[in-house]
């Protein structure tokens, strides 16, 4: 079997580090620091901060602090909040881990106030249509920046999971945050992109993405970040399990997407998904 080529890329980071992709898959792990995530959180600094290096020791290669959760339905989250939640976190674990940390955030404010504190990157679930500024404070601090494509916000997402051609469209949103960030002054080199699945997307949306995610890397020409990690698209897969046991259906999804391409897989369960990748990578490679 043949398998989809991963083109290389060298991300530069805030406080100049560097990133490398494509030679293998990363693996970015997730670490919700909010009392109201849907597939786990970890409220208390000193609990995420061990939580964090844990990942780290299990083969995390990136570790992504989120103090908002943007699941379906969830209300926002005042970036004063944000901020009281994240950066004990950020300051500590930057002092503590060896890897690059990133910070999943809509907002401007929280964005400046993480790579302040040791934050490497920032992740955008809105792709800079929530809070435009949030691409000039990356440009700013030569920070790297993810952006992922949803519609709308957490309240109303759902109502806009509409497609015509999910890969056409999913492609041209991309690149219209892509575009909205070289504007702000972020250079295309600083950006990963993310489909965003399980946002503004039905199941049959979310799949249909993995499925034909090397015709989405080949159309964007920027390396993928893919989530899919313990998402409501899987519910059905998983016999209706709740979403901290969807760990099983996860690692399928994981390994779709290493088989595809993509570039970082952000997960929940890293010691579990570390596995997968490698073995998925394994298989690509002997293909």
Known sequence: MTFPPRRLYTIPLAGGGRLSLGERPLVMGILNV??????????????AVAAAAAME?????????????????????????????VLPVVRAAAGRL???ISVDTRDAAVAQAALDAGAALINDVSG???DPALGRVVAGRGAALVLMLSR???KTMGER??????????????????????????????????????????????????????????????????????????????GGRPALERDWATAAAVTAAV?????????????????????????????
Do not use: W
């Open 34 to 47: 909010t009392p109201d995530s849907f597939a786990g959180g970890v409220p208390d600094a000193g609990a």
């Open 57 to 85: 020791a299990a083969g995390a290669d990136l570790i992504d602090v989120g103090g908002e959760s943007t699941r379906p339905g969830a209300d926002a989250v005042a970036a004063e909040e944000q901020i009281a939640r």
């Open 98 to 100: 060896r890897i690059p």
């Open 128 to 130: 800079l249509r929530h």
């Open 152 to 154: 709308g916000n957490p």
């Open 161 to 238: 999971a509409d497609y015509g051609d999910v890969i056409a469209e999913t492609s041209r949103e991309l690149r219209e945050s892509l575009a909205a960030a070289e504007r702000a002054g972020v250079p295309a080199a600083s950006v990963i992109l993310d489909p965003g699945i399980g946002f503004a997307k039905r199941p049959e949306h979310s799949y249909g993405v993995l499925a034909r995610l090397p015709e989405l890397a080949a159309a964007l020409a920027r390396p993928l970040l893919v989530g899919p990690s313990r998402k409501s698209f899987l519910r059905a897969a998983s």
């Open 259 to 287: 088989l595809a391409g993509a570039h970082i897989m952000r997960v929940h369960a890293v010691d579990e998904m570390v596995q997968v990748v490698r073995a998925a990578e394994e298989i690509r490679n002997n293909g």
